[in-house]
Structures are given as structure tokens and as C-alpha cells.
């Protein structure tokens, strides 16, 4: 049955989830949700959806998922099809609707779920922020530019440019813990 559950799910996708991305999107999260005043009940939800909002992933082939180099339209469309797939895995699992939605709507501008509208600002940011072997990091400001134009919410940006703005983060995610994030 676990070989069953592995195969359906492209189990080995959720290894190419880096954990310090998705790590430091939660802590981006958190410390957006803390500057906007959020209660720690609220924090803790956010943190989960954090923690699995590219949970959809594991439902896509690997072949694409993995694949070196550009990928087609189909291609595209079908790995842009991993936030509904997570939304779907999340409310299944039984997890609550903000956590659902989160995994949904963390691509989308137009969200009105200001817990997804976070989510999205820091996975965005954690990207830019994160040096890959296709990529340098970018700056603060970079990355802020990138959020601007992909439509984030002024609210969010103004906490995230009043938590980091002003100084070096070089470990967003010291002290982090995924057992405090997950349970």
C-alpha cells in the first residue's frame, strides 16, 4: 500500500522542494503576519499553509516537474495545475479552509484571502532571495521591485520591507523550527 501511495503521489517530487525555500517562506510569513498585528492562532495557520502549499507538486510527473531547461505551454499548464491539486489534497487530509486555500491561491494575484496574499509575497520573495544554480539572489530591493509588479498588496509590502528592508537577512530561518510550523 506505501509503494501504492508513493507511485501515486511522485513521491520523490517532494524531494525537489527545497526545504530552506519552503522554510524561509514560512518565516517571511510569519514575520509579515506578525508585523500586520496577526494573532498566534492565525500565525500558526498561516505557518502550516506555508509549509505545504506546494504540496500539489507530488502530483505532478517528475518528467516535467524535473525537466532541465524551458518548458513548454503544456508543460507549464500542467505544473501550474499543482495549486488546485493541493488545495484538493489539503481539504481531503482535512485540513481547514485558510490552509487549503493557501496551497490554492498562492500564485494568485486576485486572492481574497489575505493569508494566501502573505503566502504568495513570501514565496515570491524567498525565490528572489534564494541563490539557485540557474540564478543569483537578488537584493531586497530586487526582490521588492519583483513583488510590486506582481501586484502584492501595499499592506505586505510595507511589512516586509519594515521587517528587512534596512538590514542584511543572512538567515531568515535561524531558530526555525518545522516542528513548531507543522503540528
Given at each position: 500500500?506505501?509503494?501504492k ?11 525537489t ?5 519552503l522554510?524561509?517562506t514560512i518565516?517571511?510569513?510569519k ?5 500586520l498585528?496577526?494573532?498566534q ?22 518528467e ?21 491539486l ?8 482535512g485540513?481547514?479552509?485558510n ?15 489575505p493569508m ?19 540564478k ?11 513583488l510590486?509588479?506582481?501586484r ?9 520591507d ?8 543572512t ?13
Amino acid at each position: 500500500m506505501k509503494d501504492k501511495v508513493k507511485e501515486v503521489l511522485h513521491y520523490d517530487n517532494l524531494k525537489t522542494i527545497k526545504y530552506t525555500h519552503l522554510a524561509t517562506t514560512i518565516a517571511y510569513a510569519k514575520a509579515i503576519g506578525e508585523e500586520l498585528g496577526y494573532t498566534q492562532e492565525q500565525l500558526h495557520v498561516m505557518e502550516v499553509g506555508a509549509a505545504l502549499h506546494d504540496i500539489g507538486k507530488s502530483l505532478i510527473p517528475s518528467e516535467i516537474l524535473n525537466k532541465k531547461g524551458r518548458l513548454d505551454d503544456e508543460e507549464r499548464r500542467i505544473v501550474n495545475l499543482h495549486s488546485v491539486l493541493g488545495y484538493e489534497i489539503l481539504k481531503s487530509a482535512g485540513f481547514g479552509v485558510n490552509v487549503a486555500e493557501i496551497a490554492r491561491d498562492h500564485h494568485n494575484p486576485s486572492s481574497r484571502n489575505p493569508m494566501a496574499q502573505i503566502v504568495r509575497a513570501a514565496d515570491i520573495y524567498s525565490a528572489m532571495r534564494e541563490e539557485r544554480s540557474y540564478k543569483k539572489a537578488k537584493s531586497h530591493e530586487e526582490a521588492m521591485e519583483v513583488l510590486r509588479s506582481a501586484r502584492v498588496p501595499q499592506k505586505i509590502l510595507n511589512a516586509l520591507d519594515k521587517k528587512y528592508g534596512k538590514k542584511t537577512v543572512t538567515n531568515p530561518i535561524q531558530g526555525f523550527s518545522t516542528q513548531a510550523a507543522i503540528a
